[in-house]
C-alpha cells in the first residue's frame, strides 16, 4: 500500500511540474489581459487629469495660485515639474518622474507600462515569499489569488489603474521589491556592492514611506545575520545607496512645505494616538473589504494558517513556534512598521497600500510553507491546480460582460467629444455608463458625476465642456 501511494505521488508530482508552468502562463495572460484591457478603455479622472498640466499640483498647495499652467507635451518640461514636485510638494522623485510624464507618453505605452509593473509586482512578492522565480512557476493559483487581491477585488481598487497612482505607488513598490528580492534570495553574504548601491538607490527615491519600509524590513534582516555571523560589518555598506536615496526622498523641502498646506495640515494637527487610529483602520480595511466573496476567502486563508500552525505546534511543540517566528518575523514587524510610518508621515489613502498587503501575504504564505508536510504537498498542488482553472474562468465570465458595455461606452463618449472639437463646439452631451458598465474597479461617482466635467481641469483636459446625458 506504501508502495502504491508512493507510485501516486511521483506521477502527480511529475504530472504537476508539466502542467502547472503553463497554467501560470495563461495565469498572468488573461489577468493582464484584463488589466491592460481596462487601461486603455478607462477614462482618466482626478488626480491623472491634472498631471497633464505642469501646476497641476497647485490644487493641494494653499500658497500657489489656482491655474493649472501649460499642458505638459516635452520631457523638458516633465523634469521641470518633478522639481516643482520636490520643492514644493514631494520627495518621491521617481513616482513624480513617471506622473509627470503623463502627457509626453502615449495612452496605450502608459497601459502598457501599468499592466506590466502590476504582473511584475505579484511576481516579486511571491518570489520573496517562495524564494526563487522558479518555484513560484509552480503556485499559479496562489499568485492568481494575490493579482486578484491586491490589484482587481480591493477597496477602492479603481485608483490603482489610475496613472498617477501607478506612478507615485506601484512603480515605486516596483523599485524597492526588486531590491528586497535581490538582497534576501541567495547567499546574502556573497551580494555585489555596485549593483546594490545602484539598485538601493532608486528603492530610496521612489517613494518615501516604502523606501522607510524597505529600510525597515532589510534593516532587520541584515542585524539578524550579523548577530548570527553569516555577514561582516562590513555588508552595511551594501545599504548605502537605500540609506541615501531614502534621505534625499524623505527630507525634500516638499515634505515639510506640504505640511502646511490642505488635507496634511489637518492630519498633522491631529493626536498622535488618532493618527494611528486612522492608520490601523486604513491597513484593516484594505485586508478585510472589498465585498462578501474577498472576506470569505481571507477569512479562509487565515483560518486555514492558523490550523495548519495549531497541527505543527501539536507535533513539534515550542520549537516548532521558535521556527515559524524565525521565518516570518521580520515581515510581522514590517507590517508593524508600516502602521506607524503611514500614521506619522502621511494620509493613509487604501490605495497606498501594496506593500502591506504584501508584507501580509508574504507571511501567510511563508507560514503555510512551514506547517504543510511535504507527503501532503503533490496533493495539494494538484488541487490548488484545478481550483485555480476554475478561478481564472470564474474571473473571466464574471467580468467580461461589464468590460465590453464598459469599452463601448467609452468609445462612444470618445468619439463624440472628438468631433465637437473638431467642429468647433463649445460643449458637447455624452451617454453615461450604464450599472452593467460599471464593474469593481471603475469609479461611477466620477464617471456619471456632472461634477467632475464642470471642473476647469477637464475642460482644459479635453478642450470642451462636457455634459452628460440624463438618460
Not at 518575523?329 to 490605495?351: D, E, H, K, N, Q
Not at 478561478?391 to 463618449?413: E, P
Amino acid at each position: 500500500m506504501v508502495i502504491y501511494y508512493r507510485k501516486m505521488r511521483d506521477k502527480i508530482e511529475s504530472y504537476n511540474k508539466r502542467i502547472t508552468p503553463y497554467l501560470f502562463a495563461l495565469c498572468i495572460l488573461v489577468l493582464s489581459g484584463f488589466s491592460l484591457w481596462f487601461l486603455l478603455v478607462r477614462e482618466p479622472i482626478g488626480d491623472d487629469i491634472m498631471g497633464f498640466f505642469d501646476k497641476g499640483i497647485s490644487f493641494y498647495l494653499d500658497e500657489m495660485d489656482d491655474t493649472l499652467g501649460e499642458r505638459i507635451t516635452t520631457v523638458n518640461q516633465s523634469f521641470k515639474t518633478v522639481w516643482l514636485i520636490y520643492t514644493t510638494w514631494s520627495g518621491r522623485i521617481i513616482g513624480y518622474i513617471f506622473n509627470a510624464l503623463s502627457g509626453v507618453l502615449p495612452e496605450g505605452i502608459k497601459a502598457i507600462i501599468g499592466t506590466g509593473v502590476l504582473a511584475a509586482n505579484v511576481l516579486l512578492v511571491l518570489t520573496i515569499a517562495y524564494g526563487s522565480i522558479r518555484e513560484v512557476l509552480y503556485h499559479p493559483f496562489i499568485y492568481t489569488v494575490l493579482y486578484l487581491v491586491m490589484y482587481w477585488y480591493r477597496p477602492e481598487g479603481y485608483y490603482e489603474y489610475m496613472w498617477t497612482m501607478i506612478s507615485v505607488y506601484e512603480i515605486p513598490l516596483l523599485f524597492c521589491l526588486v531590491f528586497c528580492v535581490y538582497m534576501i534570495n541567495g547567499d546574502r553574504s556573497k551580494k555585489e556592492l555596485w549593483p546594490a548601491f545602484f539598485l538601493g538607490f532608486f528603492a530610496g527615491i521612489s517613494n518615501e514611506i516604502c523606501a522607510v519600509l524597505t529600510v525597515s524590513l532589510l534593516g532587520i534582516i541584515w542585524l539578524s545575520d550579523l548577530l548570527k555571523k553569516r555577514i561582516g560589518i562590513k555588508s552595511i555598506l551594501l545599504y548605502f545607496g537605500l540609506f541615501a536615496g531614502t534621505v534625499i526622498n524623505v527630507f525634500a523641502p516638499g515634505n515639510f512645505n506640504r505640511l502646511n498646506q490642505s488635507h496634511d495640515e489637518s492630519m498633522h494637527t491631529m493626536p498622535l494616538l488618532l493618527r494611528m487610529k486612522n492608520s490601523l483602520g486604513a491597513h484593516k480595511n484594505i485586508l478585510i473589504s472589498g465585498g462578501t466573496t474577498l472576506r470569505i476567502a481571507i477569512a479562509a486563508i487565515i483560518l486555514l494558517c492558523f490550523g495548519l500552525v495549531i497541527k505543527y505546534l501539536v507535533n513539534h511543540g515550542i520549537t516548532g513556534l521558535k521556527d515559524i517566528f524565525k521565518e516570518i518575523y521580520p515581515y510581522l514587524i514590517a507590517c508593524f512598521t508600516s502602521i506607524v510610518v503611514w500614521g506619522c508621515m502621511s494620509r493613509t489613502p487604501t490605495y497606498g497600500l501594496s506593500f502591506w498587503l504584501a508584507f501580509v501575504y508574504v507571511t501567510i504564505i511563508k507560514t503555510l510553507q512551514f506547517t504543510i508536510n511535504d507527503n501532503y504537498t503533490s496533493l495539494l498542488k494538484s488541487v490548488t491546480t484545478i481550483a485555480c482553472a476554475m478561478l481564472v474562468a470564474s474571473f473571466v465570465l464574471m467580468n467580461s460582460g461589464w468590460m465590453i458595455k464598459h469599452t463601448d461606452t467609452s468609445l462612444s463618449r470618445q468619439r463624440l467629444i472628438n468631433e465637437a472639437v473638431s467642429n468647433g463646439q463649445k460643449s458637447v452631451t455624452v451617454p453615461r455608463y450604464s450599472d452593467d458598465a460599471l464593474g469593481r474597479i471603475t469609479d461611477p461617482d466620477c464617471l456619471n458625476g456632472q461634477l467632475s466635467y464642470d471642473d476647469d481641469a477637464y475642460r482644459a483636459y479635453y478642450g470642451i465642456q462636457i455634459n452628460l446625458s440624463q438618460e
